[in-house]
């Protein structure tokens, strides 16, 4: 069975695939009366860094200009931008308002986990959420002249991070090739053979799959992060890379087993956790925070049930909470997007729970047993060489 990630949303567009570049004011205005009577028990939350600069594997794609590097001053290559930093602000700011009461004020060790990638600018944005999210209180203020207190994350080595799948899983990649040659895939791909000899010509290099035009997307909303404009000649074409870059975002998730190989063991995780909670374990983190990349807020998604084709944008939150009835005792789990950071949390309706607010947890966790890997069934199928 494949999953058709949203290729009906994907066709027509969304909001979700809109490339917002401005910086927002902090809200969560969620309104929702079947979340009335409901307390969230643990949370679970993953977001994209914020603006970065391009990384040279980008750049080979469109230019070997040596002074395109003078533009990244002070930040360097694949770094976080002032504007960057603002944005994981933003995404304290709204993980703070969302889950206050559920962490306290005071920085606890025990209430919340962090974990990054081995990236400069997902440690940094870790960092910047979490200024917004624990400003010290008399208590914990270290500094009478410095409204900020260290919060402590920690981070997988890049060869055995199970989040930078994309690195680390073969398998995954194989399947992900294939995809390519599904019948569904090469329809939507069929009608942008002129973009691909259009941005090869412009570009001199060999451009032949939505991967490497979704690459050139983001090399474009790179350099706009260090003032550099899009060439007109690629302006002129931004409508069919956008619907490119959602066709390859379909790809990536497009079955079971790509969910899999991308987000099947965080998902393991999270199941751990909220069955472990539900059977009366107190003694664990009550918020779990991922900072990462946009592929991973896009792959736990996919792996919940609630995705439709599109790249995330910079800052980005996904949450899966698990909430308890107060009158009724029963469990179940809200998935919540904010797809702008700092913006509005919306409450996204779990494919296979009809349009409930809260699907009934063992509802949930029936439906994830096909996307679910162990650690030891990872390690197998996405061998890893130290």
Known sequence: MKFMVGLLFLV????????????????NDVVDDELTGTDVVLAFAI????????????LVLFSTDPKYKEYFFPYGMKALTNKGKMRGYLVGQYLRQRYDGLISNLYLPDEITVRTTDYAR????????LAAMYPPP?????????????????????????????????????LRN???????????????QSLFTYLSSKTGNNITTPEEVFYLD??????ENVGISTPKWAEEKMPQIKEMTKIEYAAEFFTPELTKYASG???????????????????QPKLRLYSAHENNVAALMSAARVYQAHQPNYGATFSIELRRHRNTGQYGITAVYAPIAGGVGEILPIQGC??????????????????LITPEEFRQKCPITA
């Not at 997902?122 to 959420?129: D, P, R, Y």
């Open 265 to 283: 063991l965080l998902m393991a995780e999270i199941l751990n956790a909220t069955n472990a909670a539900i059977n009366g374990d107190t003694d």
């Open 12 to 27: 027509v567009g969304g909001a979700w695939g809109q490339d917002v570049t401005g910086v927002v004011e902090p809200g």
């Open 178 to 192: 294939k995809v390519y040659e599904y019948p569904e895939i090469k329809m939507l791909v069929s009608p942008y």
């Open 354 to 371: 009809g349009d409930q607010a809260i699907c009934d947890y063992n509802t949930f966790v029936n439906l994830m047993q096909d996307i």
């Open 138 to 174: 008399p208590a914990q203020q270290w500094n009478p002249m410095l409204d900020w207190q260290p919060i402590p994350y920690d981070t997988l080595a890049p060869d055995v991070d199970d989040l930078l799948y994309w690195y680390n899983c073969p398998r995954y990649l194989s």
């Open 47 to 58: 977001f994209r860094h914020g603006d970065r600069t391009p990384d040279e594997e980008e």
């Open 122 to 129: 997902t440690k940094m944005t870790a960092l910047t959420a």
């Open 218 to 223: 983001n090399l474009f909303q790179a350099l």
